[in-house]
């Protein structure tokens, strides 16, 4: 157990690493500098120009510039983000808890939602429950986050108008609305964006969970519960459900980083103000700093996330044998 | 061995079924310019022309630009579909000939390819490739196939390793030693066609992977550019007339979501046909 913790930290560092100097050879390709929009003008004394690159370090060579960024990135800061006129860490300490929010809400509704469909995928296996749950189930796993999330935004939000169509909360004098409304505002927000990317994580949940329940199903054990007079109910809550939870964990590991990746287009799509939204934002905008330190942070998520899952389902079920 | 599971395959409906669904698309990407009723990037009339509903004359309508959908959308096949097989062939290539050089030559090898494998499957494929864009510019169809297929050969590499490793200890494996067959020729001759069917399942997965990867840079407008038609960039093209022009965002989405349903349905029979060649 502590031999497994020790190795995930070990390899989401090695991640983070590779990863953030990959991110620092990107900014050197990247065209101008932070200033090159603000000072590279005609008009600006070469001094002037010359002071602001000393004072942040791109007068230095490259090797240089890496340590001094490399510190820089072990203390938080990512640099400064010239389309909003903010340090990088403001921005994304702002975005950051929007995303994680979207995509918690999505993982725990979505694994709950993917664990009952599978077992009830398992308690009529081969019926017609079975096909049309798996048919739904393949329908949610064929089709992409974002193209779901286009279709709910075509009907749900723009023609029927049953959800807002972007943003967290409602605009105007919302802000004086009593407590629970906003928070009830902020949920109705919410619910498309999570939404659609819960039903994404449940199609794959709910397909991992019925062959992992199928194969536990024809173990000894379980028709010694039978035999034991248990109904199928319990017998697949209390004996099957726990052996076969362990496995479908660790796959969701395996889905998290596209999960990630999908949660990024959702915001675009729902106007979600989360780091996926930022970075669209920052691409239109060529703000590299921002650009490079969204796609960081976003990826250290991913693997931070990963790791995790897979902390937890040794906890869950420390006796199976998983693919990693 | 293998050729058992092949032949499982071909005698199972939905596989048929899936197959004939890529087959359909295949065919239809490659016949486009024989079969489309107009010019995909022709703007015929921008005024008159401009968001017409599914008619005879056109029967998938058009798009802001006066373009014929149904043309766009088959032409946009060989874009995507090209894309996504390029993409594919390339990560089942890298991933079978790294995984066999991890599992046939371990050691450094192993440790390399295996290492390699921990970290990049941590890491989202869309924002790296989003990041790489962003930094370079637009890139060209044929740099989409190097990006997806050069970042989705890790799951086809962990598969082949494991399948070898078991492999590598079976007694036609020894016997083909014994006779002085070298690595090379026992991997050549003997592993790969034993361990195909797996490759072809991983190789599936990767399909269904890479289209929906290709679409959605192409539909935030940094995967195939315009006047390219992809079928993410005619969903870029519909996102701004959501209210009044749903055939701009229905079709491209029947259109990925069939044809990636097809290649989970494939990967998930072949999968069975295979645990079926195991079973006693």
Known sequence: MTRLILNRILQAAAVIAVVATSVFVLLQFAPGDPFAASLDGTDVPPGVRAEWRARYGFDLPPAQRFTRWAGALAHGQLGYAPSQHRVVSAVLAEAMPRTLLLIGVALAIGFALGVLLGLLQARHHGRWQDRVIGALTLGGVAMPEFLLGLLAMTWLGARWRLFPVAGLASEGDAAAWPMWERLLDHLWHLALPAGVLAISVAARVARHQRAALLGVLQEDFIRTARSKGLGEWTTLWRHALPNAIGPVLALLGLALPSLVGGAVLIEKIFGWPGMGLTLFDALLARDYPLILAATLLATIIAVVARALTDVVAELVAPRRERPV | ?280
Do not use: K
């Open chain 2, 1 to 280: 061995m293998a050729a058992r599971t092949w032949n499982r395959l071909l005698h199972d409906r939905p596989a048929r079924v899936a197959a004939a669904v890529l087959a359909g698309a295949a065919l239809a990407a490659l016949l486009a310019p024989l079969i489309s009723p107009f010019d995909p990037a022709l703007q015929p009339d921008p005024v008159a022309l401009r968001l017409v509903a599914p008619s005879w004359q056109h029967p998938l309508g058009t798009d802001p630009y006066s373009r014929d959908v149904l043309s766009r959308m088959l032409h946009g096949a060989r874009i995507s579909l090209g894309v996504a097989a390029g993409a594919m062939l390339l990560s089942a290539t890298l991933g079978t000939a790294l995984g066999a050089l991890a599992a046939v030559v371990g050691g450094w090898a192993d440790a390399v390819v295996s290492g390699l494998v921990d970290i990049l499957i941590a890491v989202p494929r869309l924002l790296i490739i989003v990041a790489l864009v962003a930094t370079f510019g637009a890139l060209s169809p044929w740099w989409l196939v190097v990006l997806l297929g050069g970042s989705g050969w890790l799951t086809t590499a962990r598969i082949v390793r494991a399948e070898l490793r078991d492999h590598l200890h079976r007694e036609y494996v020894l016997a083909a030693r014994a006779l002085g067959a070298t690595d090379w020729r026992i991997t050549w001759q003997h592993l790969l066609p034993a361990v195909a069917p797996q490759v072809a399942v991983a190789a599936a997965l990767a399909l269904a992977a890479v289209i929906p990867l290709e679409a959605a840079l192409s539909f935030v407008g940094l995967g195939v550019q315009p006047p390219l038609a992809s079928w993410g960039n005619i969903l870029l093209d519909g996102a701004d007339y959501l209210t009044s022009a749903w055939w701009l965002v229905v079709f491209p989405v029947a259109a990925i979501t069939c044809t990636v349903g097809a290649a989970l349905i494939l990967a998930d029979r072949l999968r069975a046909a295979i645990g079926g060649e195991r079973a006693p």
